[in-house]
C-alpha cells in the first residue's frame, strides 16, 4: 500500500464520501476518528480513533502526511497552526478556518470586503440587543450548527436561552427573504478555482431539508454574483478545498451572506450524482492541490434530499422498500444510527423534469424516514 | 457498526470497486484478500487475509454474512457447496460459476441452449486436433484468462506450448470477426434481470485496451439479439449478479459468444461514469436481492480505456500531469503496483461526440502508461 497522502480530521459522513472519491483516484487517506464506529472509521481501513483536540493525537495521525483536511471545523487554531509549523500544510488553514468558526469575525471580515452581509453587531447583554432593535436574529458566535445556537428573537424574553447559554453572542438583522441560496466553489492552493451552479436550498426547523441544483428562476445576474461573491471570498479569505457561501436571496432581490463553510457541504451532495466533479473529488483535488475537475451539472436537474432519522429503525431494511418504490434514485446511507431528526443518509434525484425529480427523491427519502409514503 | 451484510472472496480491483459502490449503499461487506495488500484490501476495513481456496479460511470470513460473492471466478466449487450447505447463499452459486470456469462445459451448455458459439471440440491429442482442422484456437478449459492459455494455431507447431502445459485443450474454429462486442446483465434471485447498453471491446495482445458504450454502428437487431441472449443466459444458467457475454460480430454479421464471465467485468467499469447504476451497484444489489437499478447510458457516449503498466512508475505523482492535461475524464486508479501490462487502472471519458471522448480518455490513459502524449 503506498503512503498516506492526505489525513482526515473527523469521521463523519463528510470523511466518509471524501473516501468514495478516494477510492476512486486511488488516494490513501489516514482519518482520525471520534470513535471506532462512526460513519467513515467503516470505511477508511488506516484510521485512529481519538480526540482532536489533543495535539498529540493529531500529531501521531498526521505525522506519515503532507496535507492535513478537516470533516468539520471544530479543531482548535492553535494545534493547527503547530502543525503547519511543524511542515504540515493543513487545508484549509487556521487563518481561514477563522472565519468559518467565528461568526463575528467572519462578518467584519466580509463587511470589510464590501460583501453585503445582514447587519449585525456583537452583543454583551440584552441592553445592546435592545439598542440593536428587535425583531433580530442572535447566535452564538462559536459553534452553532443545523439552527443550533441560533434563535429567532421577536421580543427580549425570547433571547433568555441565548444569554443564559453563557457564550458569546451575535445579532443580526431578521431578513425578509425570499429563499435561501448556496454558492460552492472549490479553491487550489495555486489559486484556481472552479464554481458549482447555484442552488437553493430548503430547510426544515433550521436543518437542510433539500437542495435543488440549479436554484429554479434564478435571475442570472444574481446567479453571477453569488458565483462571483463565493469566489472572491475564497481568493480573499485564502480558502483551500470546498467553500460553501449560503446565502439569502432578499425579497427585494439582494443576496446576503448567510453563513460560511469551509469543507465539503449538504448544499454540494448533489453534485455525487448530478455534477462533472463531487465536491467530495473536489475537495480532496483542491487540497492535494491536483488541477480541479469540471463542477457543470450532468443533468438539466438534480434534486437532493436528506434522510433525517425518524420512524425507521432499521435502515438496511428499508433500503429494499425505497428501491422497489422508486427505483431511479441515488441511495447514500452514513452508517450511522438512526436518532430523530440526525441525517443518516440522502438520496438524490436527477432528469431533465424537476417535479418528476422532486418527487422521486422526496418520495424515496420518506421511506427512509417514516416508512410510509408521503 | 451494522453487522456485515455481504462477504466478498478475492480482493483485486472489482472487488475495490464493489465497495466504492457499497459505501454510497452503506452496505458492509467483509473480504478475503490475498495478502495484506491487495487492491480492495486498502479500501475494506472489515478483511481477512488467507487463502480462499482453503474450506476453513473461508469458513471464518463468512461466519456471519448470509450472502456470499467473488471478485473471481477460482474458488473450488466444491467449497461453495459446503457453504451452501451451512446455509450461506452463494451469489453465483457453483452450478452457475461452473460455466465460467470451465469452457467445454460453457460450450457444451449454450450449445445444448442453442445459443450461436464457435465450432469446438475438446481435444486430448495433436491427432485430435488434426482433425478438428486448422487454423484453430486452442484454449485451457480452465484458468485462462487476458490472453493467457489461449494460442491461435496455424500450423500444428503453434500448438506446442498448448500441449506442453498438460492440461485440458479445446480447440475452436478461429472465426473471422468484425469485432468483439459485450453484453452485461445483472439478475437477481428473485428473477429480475437488466441490461446495459452493448459495448464494443477492442483488444490488445489479448487484453482489454479499451470498451465503448454503445457499440458505435450496431445493427439494431444485433443489439437486441445480443441483450436478449445475455438475459437468456443469465436466466437458463440460474446467474445471480453480473453477468459478461463477450461476443464476436463476425465479417458475415451473425454474433457467436466466444467467453462468459459471472462477476463485474472489464468491459462494464465505463457504468460507474456512464450509466444511471452502475455494474458495482447493480452486481450489490442483485446479489443481496435488492431491487436493481435502471442500465441506461447517462450520455451518447462514453469510452473506457484500461491504464496498463507501462514506463510510468510512480502513478500517484502522475495524477497531476494526467488531470493537467486532461480535467474532463474520470480518472481510477487501483492501488497496484505497476508491472508490464498489468491493469492498475482506468480512464473514462463521455460526451456528445465519440472522437472527442476517445481522444480525452486514451490522452489520459497514455499520460499514465507512458507518461508522455500518444
Known amino acids: 500500500m503506498p503512503p498516506p497522502q492526505l489525513a482526515v480530521i473527523g469521521g463523519g459522513q463528510l470523511a466518509r464520501m471524501m473516501q468514495q472519491a478516494a477510492v476512486g483516484l486511488g488516494i490513501h487517506l489516514r482519518l482520525l476518528a471520534e470513535a471506532p464506529d462512526v460513519s467513515a472509521a467503516q470505511v477508511i481501513v488506516d484510521h485512529v480513533v481519538g480526540d482532536y483536540t489533543d495535539l498529540d493525537t493529531l500529531r501521531t495521525v498526521v505525522a506519515a502526511t503532507p496535507v492535513v483536511t478537516f470533516d468539520h471545523e471544530h479543531v482548535p487554531p492553535e494545534h493547527l497552526r503547530t502543525l503547519e509549523a511543524e ?6 488553514g487556521p487563518d481561514a ?63 433568555d436561552a441565548a444569554f443564559d447559554s453563557g457564550r458569546g453572542l451575535l445579532a443580526e438583522e431578521l431578513v425578509d427573504f425570499r429563499r435561501e441560496l448556496s454558492a460552492l466553489v472549490a479553491r487550489s492552493p495555486s489559486g484556481q478555482v472552479v464554481a458549482y451552479p447555484v442552488v437553493e ?97 450532468r443533468s438539466p436537474w438534480a434534486v437532493m434530499v436528506n434522510i433525517l432519522g425518524g420512524a425507521v429503525d432499521d435502515l438496511d431494511a428499508q433500503r429494499a422498500v425505497a428501491l422497489a418504490a422508486v427505483p431511479d434514485v441515488r441511495v447514500h446511507l452514513y452508517g450511522k444510527a438512526v436518532k430523530a431528526g440526525r441525517k443518516v443518509g440522502h438520496v438524490t434525484a436527477y432528469g431533465p423534469d424537476l417535479d418528476d425529480a422532486l418527487f422521486r427523491a422526496r418520495h424515496a427519502a420518506h421511506l427512509f424516514t417514516d416508512g410510509v409514503t408521503s
Open 87 to 92: 511542515g504540515h500544510a493543513c487545508r484549509p
Open 97 to 159: 478556518l477563522l472565519y468559518a468558526q467565528d461568526k463575528s469575525d467572519m462578518r467584519s471580515r466580509l463587511s470589510g470586503l464590501g460583501v453585503p452581509c445582514p447587519r449585525s453587531a456583537v452583543i454583551a447583554s440584552r441592553a445592546d440587543l435592545e439598542e440593536f432593535g428587535l425583531p433580530a436574529v442572535v447566535k452564538t458566535t462559536r459553534g452553532g450548527y443545523d439552527g443550533k445556537g441560533v434563535w429567532v428573537v421577536r421580543a427580549m424574553a425570547d433571547a
Open 201 to 297: 436550498s430548503r430547510q426544515a426547523d433550521g436543518v437542510c431539508a433539500e437542495v435543488i441544483a440549479p436554484a429554479p428562476d434564478l435571475d442570472p445576474a444574481l446567479d453571477a454574483q453569488a458565483r462571483a461573491m463565493a469566489e472572491r471570498i475564497a481568493t480573499e479569505l485564502g480558502v483551500t478545498g470546498i467553500l460553501a457561501v449560503e446565502l439569502f436571496e432578499t425579497t427585494d432581490g439582494r443576496l446576503l451572506v448567510n453563513e460560511l463553510a469551509m469543507r465539503p457541504h449538504n448544499t454540494g451532495h448533489w453534485t455525487i450524482d448530478g455534477a462533472h466533479t463531487s465536491q467530495f473529488e473536489n475537495h480532496l483535488r483542491a487540497v492535494l492541490d491536483l488541477p480541479l475537475g469540471p463542477a457543470g451539472a
